[in-house]
Every structure is written in C-alpha cells, then in structure tokens.
C-alpha cells in the first residue's frame, strides 16, 4: 500500500506562515521569546556601542524640543526609538536581572564620562556640526546638561523592554 504525499494549497501555505509570524509577534510582545544572551562582557560592549547612538539621537531630539525647530525631530525620533529598543533586546547570560543590566549601564556610563557635559559634547558634537546647529548656542548646552541630567530616564526606557513604553518615552523628551 503507498501513501499518498498531502500537499498543501499555496493559500494554506500563506494561511500558515501568517499564523507562524502572529504567535512569534505575539510572544514577543508578551516577552516569552526568549533573545540571545550573551556573557557580561559582550553585553558591556554592545550596550557601549548603543549608547553614543542614543545620546546623538536623544540630543537632537531635546533641542528640536526647547527650541522649536523642527528640523528633522520625526527622523530622529525613530533613530532614537530603534536604538533604544536595539539596547533593550539585548540580555545578559545567566543573570539578566534588571538590576545587573542597570550596573552594566552605570558602568557604561561612567567609563565614558557621559556624567560630564565635555564627553557628551564629544559624542554629539559632529552630528550637530553636520546638520547646522549651532554648537556654541545656549541651547546646545541646554541639550547637554539635560542629557546627562536624564541618563535614569534612558536607562529605564531600554530597561523596560516595551515598544510602547519606549515610544512614549521619546514622545516625552
């Protein structure tokens, strides 16, 4: 006796696929899908990449903000959103506790000096060069001290783990 192979129509292939991609969105959403984890030190080194992306991103946007100008702020929302997000998909192998993550962004943090509004400006300072702002501005150094005055407010927004949250965080900015 052979059996017949059942082969399936290319509506039910599409029908399955579509299915496939609504449970892993969904999962994803609910946090059940579990992320690459990586040993503290590759995870120290990727969130030290993301980081100068972040305080770009976020700079712009602030002095969009406080001084009205709209210049490209939409654009620079969605850079900041996606490396915010980028950050906050990334996990610590073993201990992936909020707090361990929170340690290794302090430590980021300090390494670079971000508490200081030279190493911020450093960081920045081209990215403003190449888009015409004026970096010598009260303005610009406004943007500098709030950013470093808001380092726990970027760091709960990547801390989070949540598009929406991380959306209404640099709604508020």
């Known amino acids: 006796m052979t059996r017949k192979k059942k082969t399936l129509s ?7 696929i579509v299915e496939s991609v609504k ?34 991103n976020w700079c712009l946007v602030h002095y969009c903000t406080i ?5 490209s702020k939409e654009h620079w929302k969605r850079e900041l959103r996606g490396h915010l997000a980028t950050a906050s998909r990334y996990s610590i192998k073993g201990n ?7 340690k290794v962004f302090n430590e980021v943090w300090e390494e670079n000096d ?25 303005e610009y150094a406004t943007t500098l001290i709030n950013c470093i005055n808001n380092a726990q407010g970027i760091f709960n927004a990547v801390l989070l783990r949540n598009t929406d949250e991380i959306t209404q965080y640099v709604e508020t900015i």
């Open 114 to 138: 971000f508490s200081t509004p030279i190493a911020v400006n450093l960081t920045v300072h081209n990215k403003f060069y190449e888009e015409g702002i004026d970096t010598k501005s009260n």
């Open 10 to 16: 290319e509506a039910q292939m599409r029908e399955r």
């Open 23 to 56: 449970q892993v969105l969904e999962a994803r959403e609910k946090h059940l899908l579990m992320e690459m984890a990586y040993p503290r030190g590759v995870y120290k080194r990727k969130i030290d990449d993301e980081f100068p992306h972040i305080l770009i």
């Open 96 to 102: 992936d506790a909020p707090e361990k993550r929170l």
């Open 67 to 71: 001084t009205g100008k709209p210049l």
